[in-house]
């Protein structure tokens, strides 16, 4: 009985995700190719097209995992929309599939893992980044499918399930420069003092120590042919564009005074041109060109290099001599991680086709400014309702784990997640924080689970008593 009733909920979930999909279609929300040309973290697509392995592996600026991904969707479709689109429609399906199953597991609640579920699927965050052309669905797939596995690890220790936990994370370290081979670290650190004197903790020393490797190999490989040791060379300019945010430099002999990320010759006057030399013949397309798809900003370009270690010992220094000025913007990060994650800057277009269902579901109250002063106090206010549920959420939680002198392996990853991304974005990155909060949206939500269980089992036990 139990299995056709899991049956039928599966079913729901697939129902509810059709018929949503089919209304938004009508509002207009579609997939476009136009990203897959013009995005600064995919490389060309001739690169993607005919010389994929070559591409990823001279990419300085990205890990390779994302355009591995695009490359072979590429290689089997072409340059399909519609293809792309049903991948990435099909990521969110098996998102929210996922996210039930866990629930089913983690709050021992039918309705309340189907109500979380829907409210997923139905999230107009959820509708549109599955129809943008971006790794945001794909990050949160990748920590579901780990959390998944997890569980059943810890029932049951198997080298399925120990792969099934380890090779997400590997492949989110090689998709999201956040995903720090740091975080990995940690995490493995924390599981085996978790699993200390539980038979699976050999599995993960094992499992463990070839994640850090495989991870680690690509830092190394960067280090032999960049010289950094890292997945993403433009640390630099990502800090810049959050240190010196509502702090402009006018004085054009500082790089600082210009924006970064704009195209290489900008620079010219900061580049030592003996730089790119060295990497003449190994893939001019990619590291060489200042444009990429004919039109587009090359991020790629071997320059950015030492351009983005210039904007990081400048907005190094700037720090050092202005810390309150940087504090206020990290004040502002820490607020835009809380606001609907419909207002980064690559949603809102597909947002105000669906203005009033976004009002209502995200309270996304940026659809009614018209200036600059008033889109900030909109965004302030939108982020209250996410950032009290947070709260409410982690206190019920780690009260409940305090009094039981107890916590699951998988909630101390999510917790140790939660808390690094939400750190790292806030102080590396500016205007991207929504984005960042709703990758790991699905973490929380089984955290939200676990909380609205045990207020309804007290709520039970004070009925319980009462009745007596």
Known sequence: MKKNIRLNDFWILILVFALSRMIAMLFGIRMSIQPLYVYWQYLDVQTLGHHLLRGVWYDHAQPPAFNLFLGLILKTFGTNALAFGVIFKMISLVNGLLLFSILKKTCNHRGIALVLAIAFLLSPATLIYECELFYTSFISLLLLISIYFLIRLQSKSSRMNAAGFFLPLVLLCLTRSVYHIVWLFAIILVLLFYFRRKPVFFMVVTFGIFSILFAGGWYIKNKIIFGRLSVSTWIGMNMARNVFHDNKVKDSARIEAYEPFSRISVYQKFIDTAFEKKYAGLNDRDLLMEMKNDSFINENNINYIPVS??????????????????????????????????????????????????????????????????????????????????????FIFIQDAFRKRSISSWNLVILLTISFVFGVSSFFEHYENMRFRFETEPLFLILAGQAISLLNKKRLKGQTVSGE
């Open 309 to 394: 270690d210039q904007y990081q010992q400048a907005s190094v220094h700037y720090v050092k001599s202005h810390p309150g000025a940087y504090a206020l913007n990290v004040l502002q990060s820490l607020i835009l991680y809380f606001t609907p994650a419909t207002m980064y800057s690559l949603a809102v277009d597909q947002a105000a086709k669906i203005k009033y269902y976004d009002v209502v579901y995200s309270f996304n109250l940026t659809h009614f400014t018209h200036n600059k002063q008033a889109r900030r106090i909109a965004l302030t206010l939108s982020a209250i309702p996410k950032l009290i549920l947070y709260l409410l959420v982690f």
